[in-house]
């Protein structure tokens, strides 16, 4: 069974930092676009970073700078580092794997796999 499980989310004040971590089972996603979303209480889920098999990122605008998507394929683990965090960044953070090696999407349609979620809570 193929499973995404998210983890490292939490409470934390304006200004701090999480790392988010996704650890894949059930197969290898080492060779697969890494992605992470986010939804907010009443929002949309909106894409937040993506990271190829070999490293290459794209991040959202309202993250840049602060937010560090990175992977260790010998772990088949993907991370998200967060600094700076703003009351904004509050949401349920998802990690998803794509089906593709090279494309860094920003739909979450070309997203095949899905974890359950970790809520980041960020007071002001």
């Known amino acids: 069974q193929v499973q995404l499980v998210e983890s490292g989310g939490g409470l934390v004040q304006a200004g701090g930092s999480l790392r988010l971590s996704c650890a894949a089972s059930g197969r290898t996603f080492n060779n697969n676009v890494m992605g992470w979303f986010r939804q907010a209480p009443g929002k949309e889920r909106e894409f937040v970073s993506a990271?190829?098999?070999?490293?290459?990122?794209t991040n959202a605008d309202s993250v840049k700078g602060r937010f560090t998507v990175s992977r260790d394929n010998s772990m088949n683990t993907v991370y998200l580092r967060m600094n700076s965090l703003k009351p904004e960044d509050t949401a349920v953070y998802y990690c998803?794997?794509?089906?593709?090696?090279?494309?860094?999407?920003?739909?979450?349609?070309?997203?095949?796999?899905w974890g359950q979620g970790t809520q980041v809570t960020v007071s002001s």
């Open positions: 998803a794997a794509t089906g593709g090696r090279f494309t860094l999407y920003r739909d979450s349609r070309f997203y095949a796999y």
């Open positions: 990271i190829t098999s070999s490293g290459l990122t």
